[in-house]
């Protein structure tokens, strides 16, 4: 292909292009048809009835047709693949093969990632990483661009992206845009270097997505009219609806940290849902594999009396559209034959699924694809990401009080508690502390968490958003130590520890954020770890490490911890 000429590829794409044409007017037999189809038809919202012929991975008619492979699927209903709309593949803590097997099963045939965990750690080499660890793979996986690295200028990660070292990714084909825009103050404070990277994306013609829980009124108007065009960090309907009306479309976010579904159901609706679309955000490995992924979406929409046909638009036809991936989202003529094959709405099982016309998951096992090769350079810097220095009790023991973060159940969202300036956890109060790993600088901020539940020993993870700092929470100093070392020792991951004895870890060697193994050893291990941090008394109405990853977050509200303190996040200031 790098050798081809100009008329030579002109010519290829032609004979591909006259068979499609041949195919399609019923003169050729397609490569394969889908016989006796029941399909959802997304243009006029209805189930319609027919053969579904393909070829060169193209649909290219629904009809009568005969094909050189022939699947009956009486009986059964046939949906466009789904879409999910806004992802950070690394969320998921394997690498993106691994992911791409988990949810093939699911019936996802296109995600929208947005690299920027990977990008807080290793700057665009990051970006390029997970570029090359995606390509050619049976998961379309489209990128946003990092917008926020660091989140904040107050918070303190391995790279600092500004808009002309992001700028040349836009030429690449998967690249739809610029990812969330989280510094939602900078916007609306009309700072420089934060417009102009919303300029930049609109020179290129990109889309630009949001992240501004609660914002209102006038300021909302200012973040929408700077050019953001899409939120994921809606709670309720009425924030939906106050976003929605003023243009921007609504990504309903049912993942691992925020469960988003339920709330925003009212927007499933012929008033509303042609501006949503359903996303995860974050996805851990019990959830793929226990709950599914966007299927779980649809499947839950209609159990609670959604429109089935609606609930698979807002899938797949939808997100397709916003994106501007006009081959995607729909079974109609020139669209990609991604098909997901289910037994009926009720159950919603999902028997099949096709990726360009190929069978991906027959119902038992995702069929072999190969794997894409990595620079080995990128390979070894994403493999040598912790830069700390030997850590002590004493590291850990400042007196001077400090803010209290207050954790709300169920939500991303804090509360400011007060002050302190020691550990109670007969009170719930523990100590909590963010240490800088990329530069070896030893900046520790310290502060107070409320609401954990925890009553001896020490949780630590290299996951802290959007930085990927360790963050260390414990009820004694010791054990802070003793579980941050261990985390740069194993170069990455999660560690539960007691009287300094590990009593579960996750080993996540790729930029501290994503392991080797398979999502099947990863989920073994972090559910073991869930069950020691659980043991030593942390509450079970959260998520032990997703819950912890969030408190080192400073563009959500209340409070939040940096490696420089604890800061007011709508102040940007610190406490």
Not at 295 to 321: F, M, Q, T, W
Not at 405 to 431: A, F, R
Request: aromatic residues 6%.
């Amino acid at each position: 292909m790098g050798t081809e000429s100009y008329t030579g590829r002109i010519n290829r794409k032609l004979n591909k292009k006259l068979r499609i044409v041949e195919v399609a007017a019923g003169r050729e037999k397609a490569d394969l048809v889908l016989k006796n189809a029941s399909y959802v038809n997304v243009f006029s919202n209805e189930l319609r009835q027919g053969d579904i012929a393909v070829a060169e991975g193209l649909i290219v008619g629904m009809g009568s047709y005969s094909g050189e492979t022939e699947v009956d699927v009486s009986g059964k209903i046939v949906l466009p693949g789904f879409i999910d709309a806004h992802i950070h593949l690394e969320s998921a803590m394997v690498s993106p093969r691994e992911f791409v097997k988990a949810v093939l099963p699911h019936g996802t045939t296109t995600v929208i990632t947005d690299p920027h965990e990977i990008a807080n750690v290793m700057g665009a080499d990051g970006i390029e990483y997970m570029l090359q660890a995606t390509e050619g793979l049976p998961v379309d996986v489209r990128f946003m661009l990092p917008s926020c690295v660091p989140a904040t200028p107050m918070d303190e990660s391995g790279a600092v992206l500004d808009y002309r070292t992001i700028d040349s990714f836009y030429d690449h084909p998967r690249v739809q845009g610029l990812a969330e825009m989280m510094n939602f103050p900078g916007v609306i404070g009309a700072d420089p270097q934060v417009i102009e990277k919303i300029v930049a994306a609109q020179a290129h013609h990109k889309k630009i997505d949001g992240h501004a829980p609660d914002l209102a009124d006038n300021d909302l108007n200012a973040y929408i009219a700077a050019g953001v065009y899409s939120d994921h960090e809606c709670h309720d309907a009425a924030d939906a609806i106050a976003k929605l009306e003023r243009g921007q479309f609504i990504m309903i976010r049912e993942g691992t940290a925020a469960h988003n579904l339920e709330a925003l159901l009212p927007l499933l609706t012929p008033q509303y849902a042609d501006r949503c679309m359903f996303c995860c955000d974050d996805k851990h490995p019990s959830d793929l594999l226990e709950k599914g992924h966007i299927d779980y979406n649809v499947r839950e929409s209609i159990r609670r009396g959604v429109d089935p046909i609606l609930a698979v638009k807002v899938a797949c036809h939808h997100a397709a559209r916003y994106f501007q991936l006009n081959n995607r989202g729909a079974v109609a003529p020139g669209y990609f034959a991604d098909f997901v094959v289910i037994d009926n709405f009720q159950d919603f099982h999902i028997l099949q699924v096709y990726k360009k016309g190929v069978e991906m998951y027959d119902g038992k096992e995702v069929h072999d694809f190969q794997v894409p090769e990595i620079d080995p350079y990128l390979v070894q810097r994403a493999h040598d990401t912790f830069h700390v220095a030997h850590l002590t009790a004493e590291d850990f023991s400042e007196r001077r009080p400090r803010g209290i973060i207050g954790m709300v159940p169920g939500e991303l969202v804090t509360t400011d508690q007060g002050y302190s300036d020691h550990i109670d956890p007969e009170w719930d109060i523990l100590k909590i502390a963010v240490i800088e790993r990329h530069k070896n600088t030893h900046h520790i901020g310290i502060g107070y968490l409320q609401g954990y539940g925890l009553k001896k020993g020490a949780v630590a993870t290299s996951v802290s958003h959007d930085s990927h700092n360790i963050i260390v929470v414990g009820a004694n100093e010791e054990d802070m130590a003793a579980a941050a070392n261990r985390i740069t020792e194993n170069r990455g991951g999660i560690v539960v520890m007691e009287n300094g004895e590990i009593k579960g870890e996750v080993v996540l060697s790729i930029a501290g954020l994503m392991s080797d193994g398979s999502l099947e050893s990863v989920n073994r291990a972090l559910e073991s770890a869930k069950a020691a941090a659980f043991a030593l008394g942390v509450s079970r109405d959260i998520d032990p490490f997703m819950t912890l990853s969030f408190m080192s977050l400073p563009v959500i509200p209340t409070l939040r911890l940096t490696t420089r303190g604890v800061i007011d996040v709508m102040n940007q200031q610190y406490v």
